[in-house]
Antibody
Framework: QVQLQESGPGLVKPSETLSLTCTVS??????????WSWIRQPPGKGLEWIGY???????NYNPSLKSRVTISVDTSKNQFSLKLSSVTAADTAVYYC??????????????????WGKGTTVTVSS | QSALTQPASVSGSPGQSITISCTGT?????????VSWYQQHPGKAPKLMIY???KRPSGVSNRFSGSKSGNTASLTISGLQAEDEADYYC???????????FGGGTKLTVL
């Protein structure tokens, strides 16, 4: 049973870089059967897709965040990570990591998240 | 402002059926059979309930069903139970520039 666990600082100062890691257990980030994604949820608001990565390092990002986001994968640690630069209070949210199944026939992700981490709260404040 | 439009709230009594709509455009819901639905209880992570418009993951009750007509997708919950009270979010693939968009969420109240 695969499990995902987010970790990282709960408080980040404005203009700094938010850094989070998602550790995968019970499965492998190197599995070609999945992409690995980040999603966030501001307090009292809805979900926002941030981006995803394949074990090969191939990424896609939300166009509205693309200039500030980097998602990377560390297969040796069975982890993938999120960096969001130049944060403001608007980046305060619960950040979730999730798994996205991959369709070998089309060569694309299947664009739904079937396993989620529990989420981690990040507050941007001085 | 979310890319997909959902009603803010719906309600129903135990045993009844309810439907939550998710309206997009011809660039997302209308063009791809890649709509998914998530259930989120307060303080918890979202849970996948429906994928590819109408498919149910293993372990999800068959009381949950999905459909799509044109630019609008729908989630129907039959035989409402108290445990179904939660927020529900739709999500759709929106092409190779935008990728994934969510609805604003619908709060389901079981009366």
């Amino acid at each position: 049973q695969v499990q995902l666990q987010e970790s990282g600082p709960g408080l980040v100062k404005p203009s700094e870089t938010l850094s989070l890691t998602c550790t995968v257990s019970g499965g492998s980030v190197s599995s070609g059967s999945y992409y690995w994604s980040w999603i966030r949820q501001p307090p009292g608001k809805g979900l926002e897709w941030i981006g995803y990565i394949y074990y090969s390092g191939s990424t896609n990002y939300n166009p509205s965040l693309k200039s500030r986001v980097t998602i990377s994968v560390d297969t040796s640690k069975n982890q993938f990570s999120l960096k969001l630069s130049s944060v403001t209070a608007a980046d305060t949210a619960v950040y979730y990591c999730a798994r996205v199944p991959y369709d070998f026939w089309s060569g694309s992700p299947l664009y739904y998240m079937d396993v989620w981490g529990k989420g981690t709260t990040v507050t941007v404040s001085s | 402002q979310s890319a997909l439009t959902q009603p803010a709230s719906v309600s129903g009594s135990p045993g009844q059926s309810i439907t939550i709509s998710c309206t997009g455009t011809s660039s997302d819901v209308g063009s791809y059979n890649l709509v998914s639905w998530y259930q989120q209880h307060p303080g918890k992570a979202p849970k996948l309930m429906i994928y590819e418009v109408s498919k149910r993951p293993s372990g999800v009750s068959n009381r949950f069903s999905g459909s799509k007509s044109g630019n609008t997708a729908s989630l129907t919950i039959s035989g409402l139970q108290a445990e179904d009270e939660a927020d529900y979010y739709c999500c759709s693939y929106a092409g190779s520039s935008t990728f994934l968009v969510f609805g604003g969420g619908t709060k389901l109240t079981v009366l």
